[in-house]
């Protein structure tokens, strides 16, 4: 779990996050660089620099390894049908401890759910559920958080709160370890159920003009007791930071 699931994960979290309100029919270029700290014991995080592209219309968007279509949309309200990349995944032999080397993988999949955004004066709200659609781990995982944007001249600070939640299948495939890998790995078999998992984020973005922005975001996420106890396991955080430049037109 290196390099592909940084570019992936902070790719979504950037261009969610990041991308500034756009009109119709706006793409954005960009890069940008990456570093996501993982709670699987021994297994070495990535810097990957990666590219950002996005695109904001009336009925359609995608930004980085998300898209969705618009089921209602007005200046305060967003509601979509989403699907994206959830890159999470477990490689045996990115790990360097010799048990967790005996491990089965555990896949990347795709999500399909509905998002909801409503923005007024006083914050944002945004709410999420999403289903896994390749039968990877039959999971669901949803999300709500508050933010608050607030701007010091061509500077956007919007730090939030928010929480995350995991169905037991969704924990046991990623987390989870069965009576075949406890006996050939000597991990203690271990059965993960659903997990509560708040976090914190901020995000600054600087608009040197009306084309070119720069960004940097963050986000502190700690993990629920039934993530935190898996024998895979080794810290009760994990941690996003994502850094770019973004050219919109």
């Known amino acids: 779990m290196r390099s592909s699931n940084v570019f992936l994960s902070s790719c979504v979290l950037g261009m969610v996050l990041v991308a500034p309100a756009a009109n119709a029919d706006t793409w954005s270029l960009g890069a940008s660089a990456a570093i996501e700290m993982y709670p699987y014991k021994d297994v070495d995080n990535d810097v990957l620099p990666f590219p950002m592209i996005g695109y904001e219309g009336d009925n359609f968007f995608f930004r980085g390894a998300v898209a969705g279509t618009y089921l209602w949309k007005d200046a305060e309200n967003q509601l979509s049908l989403d699907v994206y990349y959830s890159p999470l995944h477990f490689r045996p032999s990115k790990s360097d401890d010799h048990q967790m080397k005996q491990l089965d993988k555990r896949r990347s999949t795709m999500m399909g759910g509905i998002g909801y955004k409503h923005i007024a004066d006083w914050g944002i709200l945004r709410t999420s559920i999403a289903a896994d659609m390749l ?23 919007t730090p939030g709160v928010g929480v995350s939640w995991y169905s037991s299948n969704f924990n046991d495939y990623y987390y989870g370890i069965s009576g075949h890998e406890s006996r050939r790995s000597g991990l203690e078999q271990y059965n993960a159920g659903s997990s509560w998992s708040p976090y914190a984020e901020l995000t600054a973005n600087y608009r040197f003009n009306p084309n070119w922005s720069a960004f940097a975001t963050a986000r502190y996420t700690r993990l629920d007791s039934e993530v935190k106890d898996s024998p895979m396991v080794d810290k009760s955080y994990t941690a996003l930071i994502a850094t770019g430049i973004t050219y919109t037109f």
């Open 135 to 157: 039968n990877t781990s039959n999971g669901l995982r949803a999300e709500g958080a508050y933010l608050y944007a607030f701007n010091i001249d061509n500077l956007k600070l």
